[in-house]
Nanobody
């Protein structure tokens, strides 16, 4: 199971970007999905997350500017970033709590993986 993120780039302050992240591999369902970001020398921080039912959660620094969404049929999570600021500059990582059901006769075994994408760089110029 792996995540592939895309959509990063260079944008001027006030601009917008949309990040996408697709999960692939043997997946039965995905619980929470999310986006984190990290700048050199600092701890990785949560930007936004979304439950399987579509309930979002945002860091206070991005609330009102960013919107997270997902397409369960496509195993994809999106992050629409508007009104970008230079302090949003970071490597953005997607994350997913994946579930795979394995069956042995009448028995079902649940395998969970917390997986991370490779990161995509977002640079906001002032």
């Amino acid at each position: 199971v792996q995540l592939q993120a895309s959509g990063g780039g260079l944008v001027q302050a006030g601009g917008s970007l949309r990040l996408s992240c697709v999960a692939s591999g043997p997946i039965s369902k995905i619980n929470d999905m999310g986006w984190h970001r990290q700048v050199p020398g600092k701890r990785r921080e949560l930007v936004a997350s979304i439950t399987e039912d579509g309930e979002p959660n945002y860091a206070s620094a991005v609330k009102g500017r960013f919107a997270i969404s997902r397409d369960n049929a496509m195993n994809t999570v999106y992050l629409q970033m508007n009104s970008l600021k230079p302090e949003d500059t970071a490597v953005y990582f997607c994350n997913a709590d994946t579930v795979r059901y394995e069956y042995n006769g009448y028995d079902r075994h649940t395998v969970r993986h917390d997986i991370w994408g490779q990161g995509t760089l977002v640079t906001v110029s002032s």
